[in-house]
């Protein structure tokens, strides 16, 4: 499950055309290598949602958590994904670099592709 939670939320960078707060506004999916899969919702309102999809063993849980966002820039030009807990099946916040080229969302060793 918590692999799954990190294909969740994890993040570093900027896009070739340029950074915008609202350039990771999207529908995202990740599936890591152990076919756990999360989708991350990022809308407009700096509003959004995560579906985390977990089998353990056989037996699917799925969770889903609801938060606000925010971007913000470190003195080094990094941009960074602050998420900060609304409501859902457990508490969570996160302030984690990405780095986004096209239509993929890289947050640590995971990759999300735009839906």
Same mark, same amino acid.
């Given at each position: 499950?918590? &692999?799954?939670?990190?294909?969740?939320?994890?993040?570093? /960078?900027?896009d070739a055309e340029g950074h915008s707060k609202n350039s990771i506004v999207g529908v995202w +999916?990740?599936?890591? *290598?152990? /076919?756990?899969?999360? *989708?991350?919702t990022i809308k407009?309102?700096?509003t /959004?949602? *995560? +579906? *985390?999809t977990v089998d353990t063993s056989r037996a699917t849980v $799925?969770? $889903?958590?609801?938060?606000?966002w925010n971007i913000s820039d470190?003195?080094? &030009?990094?941009h960074w994904f602050e998420v900060i807990h609304t409501s859902g099946d457990t508490w969570f916040e996160y302030n984690n670099?990405?780095?986004?080229?096209?239509?993929?969302l890289k947050m640590g060793d995971l990759i999300y592709t735009r839906q």
């Open positions: 499950m918590l &692999a799954a939670s990190a294909c969740a939320l994890a993040s570093c /960078g900027d +999916k990740c599936v890591d *290598i152990n /076919g756990d899969s999360a *989708i991350l407009s309102d700096h /959004g949602s *995560i +579906k *985390i $799925t969770l $889903t958590e609801y938060f606000n470190d003195a080094d &030009a990094n670099m990405y780095i986004l080229a096209g239509n993929t």
